[in-house]
């Protein structure tokens, strides 16, 4: 869902977007709307009703959120709201697509005075400040400008088409939708060749001139073609082809942008007045082990958001190694839905029991009534440390397609991040030292038993942290919120958000099966006979029974198909079809590993099994040896006692779940480090898993025992049933 922008001036944020950002879409009055296949005018919008009026003058009041749920729903002008297909756009050419990304920070300059680049000033240029010009002259200063660079037959109406194609269809609206036209003219193509290799050798280095970059041309060309063969267009005519081969930001001769030393700023605390305002992200390790995959201690890695108005922990997502792309992208996802509360929680931790206008938010949503007691909010900007997770196309596609602005942290200033880096602080303080294996901050600090302790797997603590977050942190009183009205009483962040959700709203935003899959990374194979092979892995389905052999219609990588693949579960894949569509593939042995698994555990195996056999059989073996693996490694019921806690224990008493500080919980049921694989093929040196009564352990077809991981914890990765779980 999204926060709703009811604003004091009478409008209302579509759903998908942010209001009064680049690609937001507003409801105010005198739009018009389709509705049921109608099309309207709004007349007035009143709270979270909106009152339509038709050509004929028919009128009708509708809830916004009805209005919005509308399949047909569309704003006149504006783009329709969903994910872009970013793997199509990985297809365009990399000329086109850095010519693309450079028209779309053209255009919000253009749009809001301001480009939103990465460390780009947050003060609009004078020629493209909105209070000083209007939308017409600030196009005329751009095709001013751009064509100043070298841009090629720039004007103000080339201006005007491009804000049209991305406001119509977002950034692939900017891409070439038919082969250009020859721009060289009557050039000779060796020297358009020669001019081309020049260039390819000038990037990377320092900026040099147009005469330069003539005589190495003219290097070329007599070691290509011999001395006197080609002979060097007049420096004009060089000029004007360098002019159109060239990227406009690598322009030869281009004047360099004049440095500032600027005085740093004093320190200022950041400041949010509204829930999703200023979300920051963040990753890290934590002092904490778990069980692995393949049985051996590891440390998992915590990526969080938080919400700066209301310190709220909005998204937790726990990894056994490094957090990926679609981690990131998911994040967000998981900010923008309800939170499912578990079924062992007891009803206080349910949103019914919050302190926030229930009855009022379950009317807008429906999906709150079985929703955990936190909140849920899209956000405005997300402030990020420049990591490559947080950088890939698969989170900022995410991020465009909501409506959300990324801002890079400056380098070395921590304090630009001062919140998240502070709750990671209480998360360790406050929730780890209490875990089964805590390791402490550093090594004069952890525990001589700090491995033999570890007691949880990655996916038991993700619930655990996930109870504490809803039970304990959402709970406790803060000493930065602080209401108008009761300045001296600190707020809880439950209490911060529903006292400033009257004035910020909520909207929900449904997401769909198709949404999440268009989120997972994309990959690039060929479909052959035997179906799609990564990795020694053979994805097969009928549905790719007609396209075997063939290249794919999109005519780029090769002939590839476009495949989207979940790297914490590769059971499955997703390939884009000629009909648009993503359709899953499954590993042919999938039926046989019963359990999910990512890339290093397939890697594990391959590096203890030898091929002994054809790539049929062998592929076999590895699914067999694989499927041991992932039941033996399966940890063990947990006990009764404080150190038993496992992920279903009930949150009405979380700090009882956890042992207090300072005690050591039994080491018996720790699980060993595997062996290599022994002559037969099976696994030594893994201690079996047994149950409470000494009898065999729970398996694929026996119950669980208490603590055990659900079964629903092994299901296959369904985005359809993700999206209706949320």
């Given amino acids: 869902m999204v926060t709703d922008r009811h604003s004091t001036d009478g409008t209302t944020a579509v759903p998908g977007t942010a209001a009064g950002k680049p690609g937001g879409r507003r409801v ?63 297809s365009v050419p990399e000329r086109e697509r850095e010519r693309a990304l450079a028209w779309q920070r053209h255009i919000r300059e253009v749009e809001t005075g301001l480009s939103g680049e990465p460390g780009g000033s947050d003060v609009p240029r004078p020629a493209y400040d909105p209070a000083r010009h209007s939308l017409a002259e600030r196009e005329q200063a751009k095709a001013d400008e751009l064509a100043a660079l070298g841009w090629p037959q720039v004007s103000r109406a080339t201006v005007r088409r491009m804000r049209a194609r991305y406001r119509s269809r977002g950034l692939m609206g900017l891409v070439p939708q038919r082969k250009p036209s020859r721009a060289t003219g009557r050039a000779d193509e060796r020297v358009t060749a020669a001019v081309l290799e020049a260039l390819r050798r000038q990037r990377g280095r320092s900026t040099g001139t147009l005469k330069g ?39 030869p001769g281009r004047p360099a942008r004049t440095a500032t030393t600027a005085p740093m700023r004093p320190f200022t605390p950041t400041v949010a007045l509204r829930p999703g305002e200023l979300v920051q992200v963040d990753t890290t390790l934590l002092d904490v082990l778990a069980i692995g995959d393949d049985g051996r201690p590891v440390r998992p890695e915590l990526t969080i ?142 525990g001589e038993q700090a491995a033999a302790e570890t007691r949880f797997t990655v996916a038991q603590l993700q619930d655990l942290l996930d109870e504490w977050i809803t039970a304990c942190w959402q709970h406790r009183p803060h000493e930065g919120l ?64 007609e396209h075997r052999g063939r290249p794919s219609p999109t005519g780029a990588r090769d002939g590839k198909w476009e495949v ?99 005690t050591v919980p039994a080491a018996d049921s720790a699980v060993t480090v595997p062996a290599p694989w022994d002559e037969h093929g099976s696994l030594d040196g893994i201690e079996a898993v047994t149950g409470p009564d000494g009898g065999p352990g729970p398996d694929d077809d026996g119950p669980y025992g208490e603590g055990a991981l659900p079964r629903d914890g092994f299901a296959l990765y369904d985005a359809y049933e993700e999206a209706e779980h949320w």
């Fill in 28 to 90: 105010e009055a005198g739009a018009y709307v389709t509705f049921e296949g109608r099309s309207w005018q709004v007349a007035a919008v009143v709270s979270s009703t909106v009152r339509l009026v038709d050509a004929h003058g028919e009128t009708a009041s509708v809830l916004s959120s009805f209005l919005f749920a509308d399949p047909a729903f569309t704003v006149a002008g504006m783009p329709a709201a969903g994910v872009p297909l970013w793997g199509l756009f990985d």
């Fill in 213 to 251: 970059l003539r005589l190495l041309t003219g290097q070329i060309l007599t070691d290509t073609h011999g001395t006197g063969t080609v002979a060097l267009p007049p420096p004009s005519t060089f000029n004007r082809l360098v002019r159109t081969l060239a990227d406009p930001l690598e322009h």
């Fill in 305 to 446: 958001a938080v919400d700066v108005a209301t310190r709220s922990v909005l998204a937790a997502v726990l990894r056994e190694e490094g957090t990926k792309a679609v981690d990131a992208a998911l994040l967000l996802a998981e900010m923008a839905v309800p939170h499912p509360a578990r079924t062992t929680w007891p009803s206080a931790l349910r949103l019914s029991h919050a302190a926030v206008p229930y009855q009022r938010l379950l009317a807008l949503d429906a999906r709150l009534e079985q929703a955990a007691a936190r909140p849920v909010v899209v956000p405005e900007t997300i402030v990020i440390d420049r990591g490559m997770v947080f950088v890939s196309g698969a989170f900022l596609a995410a991020c465009e397609s909501l409506g959300v602005s990324v801002q890079p942290a400056p380098p070395r200033h921590p304090a630009a991040k001062g919140t998240v880096e502070r709750t990671f602080g209480a998360v360790n303080t406050l929730f780890l030292q209490h875990i089964a294996g805590y390791t402490g901050s550093n090594v004069l600090q952890r």
């Fill in 482 to 545: 602080r209401h108008p009205v009761l300045p001296k009483t600190a707020l809880t962040p439950n209490e911060m958000w529903g006292a400033l959700l009257g004035s910020a709203g909520y909207v929900p935003l449904p997401l769909t099966g198709a949404d999440y899959l268009e989120l997972l990374p994309v990959r690039w194979h060929p479909v052959t006979g035997r179906g799609i092979r990564i990795n020694y892995r053979t994805y097969d389905h009928a549905c790719l029974n």
């Fill in 564 to 662: 989207h693949l979940n790297p914490h579960d590769v059971r499955q894949i997703f390939i884009r079809l000629p009909d648009g569509r993503l359709h899953e593939v499954p590993w042919i042995h999938r039926d046989h590993v019963h359990a999910p698994f990512n890339e290093t555990t397939w890697h594990e195996v391959q590096s203890v099994l030898d091929r002994r056999a054809d790539r049929e059989t062998h592929e076999a073996d590895l699914a067999d040896a694989l499927d041991q693996l992932l039941r033996r490694t399966r940890p063990a019921p947990a006990r009764t006692g404080p150190a038993g806690a496992g992920a279903g224990a009930g949150a009405g008493a979380a700090h009882d779940a956890l042992p207090a500080a300072g």
